[in-house]
C-alpha cells in the first residue's frame, strides 16, 4: 500500500469518528450551504413611542415659562428705575 492511501484512510476515519462523537454529544455537524447564515438572535422590537395629550403639553409648556421667566429675573440686575420729573 501507498503511503498517500493510508493517510486518506485515516483521514476518513478521523472525519467519520468525529461525526459519531457530535452525534453522541448531542450536536449536529454543522452543514454549510450556499448563501448567508441564518439569524441566530431574534430582532429587535422597537417600542412604542408615547403620545402626549394636549392638556399634558400645555402644562410643561406652562412649567417651562415659569421656569425662564424666573431665570430671567434672577439674571437681571435690580436697579430701580426712576421717572423724570417725579418727586420723591
Do not use: C, F, Y
Not at 415659569?66 to 418727586?87: F, I, L, N
Amino acid at each position: 500500500m501507498d503511503t498517500n492511501d493510508i493517510i486518506k484512510q485515516i483521514d476518513t476515519e478521523i472525519s467519520n469518528l468525529q461525526q459519531a462523537r457530535a452525534i453522541l454529544i448531542g450536536v449536529a455537524p454543522a452543514k454549510k450551504g450556499p448563501g448567508r447564515p441564518k439569524l441566530t438572535e431574534p430582532k429587535m422590537i422597537k417600542p412604542k413611542k408615547r403620545k402626549l395629550s394636549a392638556k399634558g403639553r400645555a402644562a410643561i409648556s406652562a412649567a417651562m415659562k415659569a421656569r425662564w421667566a424666573a431665570k430671567r429675573e434672577a439674571a437681571s440686575p435690580k436697579v430701580k428705575k426712576t421717572v423724570k420729573g417725579a418727586k420723591s
